[in-house]
């Protein structure tokens, strides 16, 4: 691979092992310290851990091997982040571990993706329209993760040629493999539908929200809570340029990668902290006010203003701690749980706390009198 030696006048000693390490360390850590936040958050409003949390946790520890598998493994035994000159002894290594992180890599940001889908569930599933959408997205998101993992186990066959065929001592010659995969038009596919699927899931919640009879000011808002995912998506087109950009007829393979896996990594780690980021309310409001409860609702001498939430014309009103739908008017079949989601109970034209009402806790659904389907119950008249 690079038996022409190095170009002259090249330095073998430069390294960017350094940016590599940090950029994956520093994100992972925030990236844990996100998830441990979000678990945080639901003892605090005394919510159990539901499965958009354990997904997120799990997605956390194969991250975590990815990082391990590219900061350690590759880097210190497969000279990842040096010119490939000073470490072709290593190749074998790094081109081990380069197949394992294609596999933790496509795991890790599908198992981000399943998480935020559950979590939509979890609040906007109600809708006939937004469960559909999920699943859509859902069987989607699983088509690509397939593709993707296919694509890396048969891009050389045998498979255990991607990395063998760098041993010397294997033996192999040219004529007992074939790895057939254009490597630069593989990782752009991979790359442009992530970048598709990451805009579709911003799109997911914005219809149930417009939907909600609030002003628009206050819709507006609720929509760019939601739309921080644009942080990952903003990754993802930096990690698609430096693909382009990469020259892979360029031997030198253990250096020129380097800045294209960086962003993998911060991107799976920015994708863990925004799909944590909804959930923080709790903690948010213990750091301001004190208290995990806090809810910025003040009393009214009327009923003026009372916007509802679940999509029906009813108002929901509040008396002695409890929500009941306005006297002689059914519960909506979309109503929220009164003490869980973010738009429970009675917003007024003067009051929208931005995440919670009446010591709302979490974003949820009322898991109580639902159909199999998700639904409520219609009430009897």
């Not at 010659?173 to 790895?179: A, G, I, R």
Request: aromatic share 10%; charged share 15%.
């Amino acid at each position: 691979m690079s038996s022409s030696g190095p170009p002259p006048g090249l330095d073998l000693t430069e390294t960017k092992v350094p940016s590599l390490v940090s950029g994956f360390v520093i994100t992972w850590v925030f990236a844990l310290t996100s998830v441990g936040l979000r678990v945080k958050a639901r003892q605090l409003a005394r919510n159990e851990i539901w499965w958009d949390d354990w997904i997120i946790i799990i997605s956390l520890l194969f991250s975590a091997a990815f990082m391990f598998d590219v900061t350690c493994y590759m880097t210190i035994n497969g000279g990842f982040g040096k010119h490939v000159w000073a470490t072709e002894d290593g190749l074998r290594v790094y081109f081990t571990g380069l197949f394992i992180a294609e596999y933790l890599y496509t795991i890790s940001i599908v198992l981000v993706k399943w998480a935020i889908l559950a979590f939509y569930w979890r609040i906007f599933s109600a809708a006939r329209q937004t469960r559909l959408a999920i699943y859509v997205l859902f069987g989607i998101t699983c088509a690509w993760g397939i593709a993707v993992l296919l694509v890396s186990t048969l891009q050389c066959l045998p498979v255990s040629a991607f990395w063998l065929r760098f041993d010397a001592d294997a033996g192999l010659t040219p004529s007992d493999y074939t790895c057939g995969v254009d490597v630069r038009l593989f990782f752009i596919a991979n790359a442009i539908p992530n970048i598709i699927t990451d805009i579709l899931l911003l799109l997911i919640p914005i219809p149930g929200i417009w939907s909600l009879q609030l002003r628009k000011t206050q819709k507006m808002a609720l929509v760019g809570i939601f739309t921080l995912g644009l942080f990952v998506t903003a990754v993802s087109c930096i990690r698609l340029y430096y693909v382009v950009a990469i020259d892979f007829a360029d031997p030198d393979t253990t250096w020129l990668l380097t800045e294209e896996m960086m962003w993998t990594g911060i991107e799976v780690n920015v994708g863990t902290i925004c799909a944590c980021l909804p959930s923080l309310k709790p903690i948010l409001n213990l750091v301001l006010h004190g208290r995990a409860d806090y809810s910025t609702k003040r009393a009214t001498g009327n009923n003026s203003g009372i916007m509802t939430v679940g999509g029906s014309a009813d108002p929901i009103k509040r008396d002695g701690g409890q929500a009941r739908s306005a006297s002689g008017m059914g519960t909506s079949k979309h109503q929220v749980s009164e003490d869980t989601h973010p738009l429970s109970g009675t917003l007024t034209d003067h009051d929208l706390d931005n995440w919670t009402e009446h010591g709302s806790q979490d974003l949820e659904l009322d898991q109580r009198n639902k159909t199999p389907d998700g639904r409520k119950p219609e009430q009897p008249a």
